[in-house]
């Protein structure tokens, strides 16, 4: 039974940018953050400059409880860079905000997951960054 578990620091991580450094602050503070959008109320996420339901500007971050189920997946063997230690699970988690975000699943057996897995946001230091991964609840 091969068990999953976060990377270990020295992975490729992502730049922040203005538009992305709330999310990662609060990754940093253990929070996961997501935007809505002010006119229609819709969750966004990838952060973003306009809603991508009506097209207002004026979006909010709010603060997620950080639960959901895994809506798909994948088992990497093969890692994208020689850091990636496999296997990883990539997975889109549906949150129970109404957003999806791409993540990677941990705290189970590769084998343990499946589509509709009740999942909770679980924070790791990566080196520059706090990453959030989910885990079965």
């Known amino acids: 039974m091969t068990l999953l578990h976060p990377q270990p620091p020295g992975i490729p991580l992502p730049t922040p940018s203005p538009l992305t450094q ?6 940093a503070r ?3 953050r997501y935007q809505s959008c002010t006119a229609c109320g ?3 996420f990838d952060p973003a400059y306009a809603c991508r339901f009506c097209g207002a500007t004026e979006l909010a971050w709010k603060l ?10 994948s088992t990497v063997w093969r890692p994208q860079a020689p850091e990636f230690v496999t296997p990883y699970v990539a ?3 549906a949150l129970d905000e109404g ?7 941990v705290g189970c057996a590769v084998d343990d997951v499946r589509t509709e897995l009740p999942v909770q ?3 790791h230091d990566a080196g520059a960054l706090t990453l959030p991964y ?4």
């Open 22 to 27: 709330p999310f990662w602050d609060g990754c």
């Open 64 to 73: 997620s409880a950080g639960r959901g189920s895994v809506y798909s997946w």
């Open 42 to 44: 819709r969750a966004i």
């Open 91 to 93: 997975a889109i988690v």
């Open 134 to 137: 989910f885990q079965p609840v």
């Open 121 to 123: 946001v679980t924070f």
């Open 99 to 105: 957003y999806q975000m791409v993540t990677n699943i």
């Open 30 to 32: 253990r929070e996961l």
